[in-house]
């Protein structure tokens, strides 16, 4: 059985933390294939740039998948729908019986696919065998939008050889953020809360990079915030060790596996109240959610987590830790293999 993955989302100089759940699924996968079993992948490497460098970039990579148009593939595993769902559709014309799966990782299908392309993509999607949404929100999208019924709920999943908690490690930091600094990831209204907290009695890490870093420099200048870029994992364990809380306060989501991976390493999550992380936190178990936007209610979340008895604080890590221990690489690796072999075989 031969399996090739096609994805836009991996990691590179530019954009390291981005795609790198797809690279660890390919090294998983690689590593539990047996014998007669060979993965392969083809992805763009990610990097900032304009939209018409972003039209080229895409362009270049359609050009560059054409030997593949005439490998013979037994699964075809595509993560983010949106646009290479037209690169794989052309490969199913030329080898129909090649099985199509599909990951869908949350913007693929929540902004990509719109009421002008909608009824175009519902009929190349009909290519798709089988479909992976990553959430159960996106899941409900994927039927509404494209008409495609839901394969298997499976998030990207969590290496726990590399998140896992670590006790002992002092705390450094209040509240960690790992993810891009863009305005998607609401990274705005976090700086915005922090600017209104008095005493400036909370200390922050961020780790990402992105468009809003110039203003979190300025913050840095009168609040305790320390910046780290390009970071490896092992690196990001450390600081989510040394952190008490994780902070995301996304606008859109798929189903986030930076959230889960702060809750390995032990620590209860604050994030926005949006459906994909309401799949993820239960309030007052293994964190909180605060509304979206709403800088005054989440300026509130921070010092009240930030002054939480070390009781209540030990309650929530303990929740945090027994969080989906269920969505490990390696389990969710071994049900992506298993769907190929049944695919493959029908």
Not at 219 to 244: F, K, V
Not at 259 to 287: H, K, W
Request: glycine letters at 6%; aromatic letters at 10%; charged letters at 20%.
């Amino acid at each position: 059985m031969r399996i090739l993955l096609i994805t836009n989302m991996y990691p590179s100089k530019a954009k390291p933390y981005a795609g790198i759940f797809v690279r660890n699924q390919f090294e998983e996968l690689c590593r539990i294939s047996r014998e007669g079993e060979q993965v392969m992948i083809y992805f763009m490497r990610r990097q900032f740039t304009s939209r018409a460098g972003s039209v080229l970039k895409y362009l270049k990579a359609f050009v560059r998948f054409i030997p593949h148009m005439f490998q013979k593939y037994d699964v075809v595993h595509l993560h983010f729908f949106y646009p290479l769902i037209y690169l794989v559709w052309v490969y199913k014309m030329i080898h129909p019986g090649a099985k199509v799966v599909v990951t869908f990782h949350g913007e693929d299908i929540t902004r990509h696919v719109t009421d002008s392309n909608q009824g175009r993509l519902r009929k190349i999607s009909r290519i798709v065998d089988f479909t992976i949404p990553v959430g159960t929100t996106l899941a409900n999208m994927v039927e509404k939008k494209l008409g495609l019924p839901r394969g298997k709920v499976l998030p990207v999943g969590v290496n726990n050889r590399v998140f896992y908690n670590e006790p002992g490690i002092a705390k450094t930091y209040d509240f960690i953020w790992i993810g891009s600094f863009i305005y998607r990831k609401g990274l705005d209204v976090l700086i915005q809360s922090i600017r209104e907290l008095p005493n400036n009695d909370c200390s922050f890490c961020f780790c990402g990079s992105g468009e809003l870093l110039p203003d979190l420099q300025e913050l840095q200048r009168t609040h305790a915030i320390t910046i780290r870029q390009n970071q490896t994992q092992e690196e990001l364990r450390g600081l989510l060790n040394a952190s008490r809380y994780f902070v995301l306060m996304s606008r859109n989501e798929g189903f986030p596996t930076a959230t889960i991976e702060a809750m390995y390493c032990g620590l209860p999550v604050l994030t926005s109240d949006i459906p994909q992380f309401r799949e993820q936190v239960t309030n007052g178990v293994n964190g909180y959610t605060s509304p979206m936007d709403d800088i005054t209610a989440l300026k509130n979340a921070l010092l009240k987590l930030k002054n939480l008895p070390e009781k209540e604080y030990q309650l929530l890590q303990e929740g945090a830790l027994k969080s989906f221990k269920e969505l490990s690489l390696q389990q969710v690796c071994q049900t992506i293999m298993e769907t190929y072999r049944k695919l493959a075989a029908d």
